[in-house]
């Protein structure tokens, strides 16, 4: 099941919410872990006992680490039990297959008879439910949260839901107050609603729109430097649209249930660095990385080559674990070595302007990267960057123009103008490091900022919002109809 279709939307989310505020508070934890392991039995009910196994194995080795005590010996032991196991289930069912077949096609060049292995099924969201599993035994062991003796409400964070197929990657001492006492507003359910809707458009109104023309792109056995370039902007936009499309409704679905998870994107692509990308993409999974990868493998306490290094494997690393393919690894060691580069040559990644040549090289960087992150295999990324870099024939094939519409051209378009219009509004409006802007005050009915002089009068703020959210309302439903019109579109995550 996933968040854009017709059976989320008008079955499973309307029941779920109307039982879960009929429910005492006291049962709500209970019914959101039921109806989370409802959610994810939908695709494959036999992978939902590998699931509840993860986690209940997790919340025995949490007990087993706090009985033992902060940083003990004792503790260490459980703490390698547990990560090891977990890995080993990850690396089974995620890179069984890529071993594999790597493994045969080395003995195959030396004449030898390839093995034999029946294909394993990826389970879906195993990356992230594992990633949290082993989050949380990390803090037990390091003292940051202590071991919860409540299945419920550690099964349930594990499965929530809203996160579990494509994240953000949550941390159980993060959210545990929440498990115990959140609030259930109005005003929360209303932002939550818009969230949602927000997320829902990005989706199915923009980034299944130009999802066709990576496809075709890519697809190509011969393309121009026009397709090649199309290709990779389309990709780069949709992936964003598509993915912070899911985490603006995890958010939002949270938010609906008295949740407040962290946030996963901030304008990633008005970056000026690699550096700062990251503080800007998949935030989740960069501060997951940078608290239980990069430090433990020594962070920058070392030598300066040590820490260049540490850069370097946690994004190798990173991209591992996006897939069990050559072309997250090279595109993890693309973004680990960028990351290197600049902490030599100490690039500022949060600067206070923006400088359109920087902006504009990082951009170029990201969209390089994701190319062979999109492409199937090394061929098809070669064939890309041949004919990219090629600066041949700009005009698109005839085999792609034939393919392609106006609207989803248009719909691109329109995408990079919202991008581009958000991201420098918002990198003034809440720059990404330093002391946050004063807030304004209230006198007589008209914004005062803290300077003293006046800001935008109550009445039209109150304007401006009704005529956001009814532009939101608006769209969501155009959305609704193209969904229904639409074939099937998983979110790109779900792969991972």
């Excluded at 872990?33 to 959610?39: C, D, G, Q, R």
């Excluded at 923009?206 to 066709?212: E, F, T, Y």
């Excluded at 960069?286 to 290094?309: H, K, P």
């Amino acid at each position: 099941m996933v968040f854009s279709s017709n059976v989320f939307l008008f079955l499973f989310l309307p029941i779920f919410l109307g039982l879960y505020y009929l429910v005492g508070t006291r049962y709500r934890n209970l019914l959101l872990l039921v109806a989370s392991y409802i959610f994810y039995a939908w695709w494959r009910i036999d992978f939902l006992a590998l699931f509840a196994a993860v986690t209940v194995f997790n919340y025995w080795i949490g007990l087993r680490i706090g009985a033992a005590g902060v940083r003990t010996k004792t503790a260490q032991k459980w703490l390698l039990l547990g990560v090891v196991v977990d890995l080993c289930v990850l690396g089974y069912f995620k890179y069984a297959n890529f071993g594999v077949d790597s493994l045969n096609a080395i003995i195959s060049s030396f004449g030898m008879e390839p093995f034999v292995l029946t294909h394993i099924l990826l389970p879906i969201g195993i990356s992230f439910y594992v990633f949290e599993s082993i989050s949380y035994i990390i803090d037990v062991y390091r003292g940051d949260t202590p071991a919860t003796r409540n299945l419920v409400d550690f099964a349930a964070f594990v499965a929530i839901f809203p996160h579990l197929i494509a994240g953000p990657v949550l941390r159980f001492k993060d959210l545990v107050d929440q498990f115990n006492h959140r609030t259930h507003t109005v005003d929360k359910f209303a932002e939550g609603c818009t969230r949602f809707m927000q997320g829902f458009i990005k989706k199915v109104f923009i980034a299944d729109s130009i999802a066709p023309i990576a496809d075709h792109c890519f697809a190509l056995s011969d393309p121009t430097t026009g397709d090649a370039w199309l290709g990779a902007l389309a990709y780069t936009a949709q992936l964003y649209f598509d993915f912070s499309g899911y985490s603006d409704m995890a958010i939002g679905l949270g938010l609906m249930m008295g949740f407040r998870f962290m946030e996963n994107f901030n304008q990633p692509y008005i970056s000026q660095s690699i550096t700062e990308f990251w503080r800007r993409w998949h935030i989740s999974l960069s501060t997951w990385l940078r608290d239980y990868l990069y430090i433990s493998l020594g962070g920058n306490r070392g030598t300066t080559f040590q820490t260049y290094r540490n850069l370097f494997l946690t994004m190798l690393l990173g991209g591992l674990w996006h897939g069990a393919n050559f072309t997250y690894i090279i595109w993890g060691a693309w973004h680990g070595a960028w990351l290197a580069i600049e902490r030599a040559l100490g690039v500022n990644a949060a600067p206070r302007a923006i400088n359109p040549l920087k902006w504009v090289f990082t951009f170029l960087l990201v969209v390089i990267g994701w190319v062979i992150f999109r492409a199937e295999n090394l061929d098809v990324a070669w064939r890309m960057y041949a004919a990219m870099f090629s600066f041949g024939d700009w005009q698109l094939s005839e085999l792609n123009r034939a393919q392609l519409t106006s609207l989803q051209i248009a719909t691109l378009l329109l995408a990079y103008v919202v991008l581009v219009i958000c991201g420098i509004r918002q990198f003034y409006a809440q720059p990404l490091a330093g002391a946050p802007k004063a807030k304004a005050r209230e006198e007589d009915g008209i914004a005062i900022n803290a300077d003293g002089s006046a800001a935008l009068p109550r009445a039209r703020v109150q304007i401006g919002a009704l005529a956001f959210h009814a532009a939101v309302l608006l769209l969501f439903a155009a959305s609704v109809l193209k969904l229904s019109a639409q074939s099937f579109s998983p979110f790109l995550y779900f792969q991972f």
